[in-house]
């Protein structure tokens, strides 16, 4: 992963949990993408984040394989569609396959840089506890002022 992770990456990074992200790891079925499920999220997230979305696919050797791809089968598709709503319906599709393929790329490398490739499920549920515990206690600390 980068070192300066751009703003795409970062709102990945922040939303998903170290469970979501190992899910995504093994299984890239749509409502594992959970921050982003309706045509609303989806766009709102490229509308932000295109220019960072669309830079890291071309960056990323192995994600590039498969944003190419979907390129290539979204400008086969467009030229057959017969109306505007076709046309429509095609460009949210194509706009979700890019988002997707951006999240699951920046999922695999998080979960990389955080050594969770070979973790089990159970190891990363855990993982992600003690996190949750240190968050809760940092916080507790602040609401009583610092005090031990």
């Not at 594992?32 to 960072?52: G, L, P, R, S």
């Not at 890291?56 to 791809?69: G, I, K, N």
């Not at 505007?84 to 095609?90: K, P, V």
Request: charged share 25%; net charge negative; glycine share 2%.
């Amino acid at each position: 992963m980068q070192d300066q992770p751009n703003d795409a990456v970062k709102a990945v990074m922040s939303a998903y949990t170290p469970i979501q992200v190992k899910t995504l790891m093994h299984d890239h079925d749509e409502k594992n993408f959970v921050h982003h499920q309706t045509v609303k999220d989806i766009v709102d997230f490229y509308a932000v984040h295109n220019e960072d979305i669309h830079h890291w696919l071309l960056d990323d050797s192995h994600a590039f394989e498969f944003y190419a791809e979907a390129m290539a089968a979204y400008n086969h598709a467009q030229a057959k569609c017969c109306c505007e709503h076709d046309r429509f319906e095609l460009q949210n599709e194509f706009l979700k396959d890019v988002v997707y393929i951006f999240i699951a790329t920046v999922a695999y490398d998080l979960a990389a840089s955080h050594d969770m490739l070979d973790m089990t499920m159970e190891e990363v549920e855990d993982y992600q506890l003690a996190k949750d515990l240190e968050i809760s206690k940092n916080k507790l600390k602040l609401i009583q002022g610092g005090k031990n």
